[in-house]
């Protein structure tokens, strides 16, 4: 008991940061720390992940499930924006769509999966051999704009325990912040930060 009270202390006088979470950091686990983020005058552009860099999916031409179905294998990502041209239609869970295709390919016959889908209700209304998958859209997906203050997105995601922020302008979707993202800005600083994570960001 005594050897862990002097490493801890020696530890502190090290470093501010304790055992715990360098350890967190070096193992790139998805954890916020609790203390108040200060920025210095940085807006959320400085970190968001431009449209350009963003895996979205496009409901311009219409995919078949099975289409669809191969596109959430290649990107697996947690969720996707989607989007028609530039215009931000809403944002979706990769395991929410991947469930619904795989019940309705499986339901009825492997025609199912050349059908083409859509995440519009008009699109679909005005096409009944669409499938519509509009109720797939998440229904409380934040956005904000590029110029907010960092600190602003920061403290939202420490509070609210946000997955994902979108960034839009116009209805345009400019941009994109995951957690992920704040994970390292709030842990770069360490020294051995995903020195045990086996990738980095």
């Not at 304790?18 to 720390?33: C, D, K």
């Not at 496009?58 to 179905?69: A, F, H, R, V």
């Not at 290649?74 to 041209?85: A, D």
């Not at 420490?158 to 704040?182: A, C, E, P, W």
Request: aromatic share 8%; glycine share 8%.
């Amino acid at each position: 008991m005594i050897s862990v009270m002097v490493s801890k202390w020696v530890g502190d006088a090290l470093g501010k940061d304790g055992i715990y979470a360098v350890w967190i950091a070096m193992r790139q686990y998805p954890w916020l720390p609790p203390g108040e983020y200060r920025d210095q005058g940085q807006t959320a552009a400085q970190i968001m992940k431009p449209v350009e860099n963003v895996v979205v999916i496009s409901d311009e031409q219409g995919m078949t499930l099975q289409e669809l179905g191969a596109y959430l294998e290649e990107y697996g990502y947690h969720g996707y924006p989607v989007v028609r041209g530039e215009m931000l239609i809403g944002f979706v869970v990769r395991d929410k769509v991947r469930a619904y295709i795989e019940t309705l390919v499986a339901k009825e016959t492997a025609e199912n999966a050349l059908r083409r889908c859509t995440f519009s209700q008009d699109i679909a209304a005005a096409n009944p051999d669409m499938v519509n998958l509009s109720s797939l859209l998440e229904e409380a997906v934040l956005q904000l704009r590029k110029e907010v203050p960092l600190q602003l997105v920061v403290n939202m995601f420490q509070k609210m325990n946000l997955r994902h922020v979108l960034f839009s302008q116009g209805g345009k979707l400019t941009g994109l912040v995951t957690k992920t993202d704040i994970v390292w800005l709030l842990t770069a600083h360490l020294p051995h930060t995903a020195a045990l994570s086996g990738s980095s960001r």
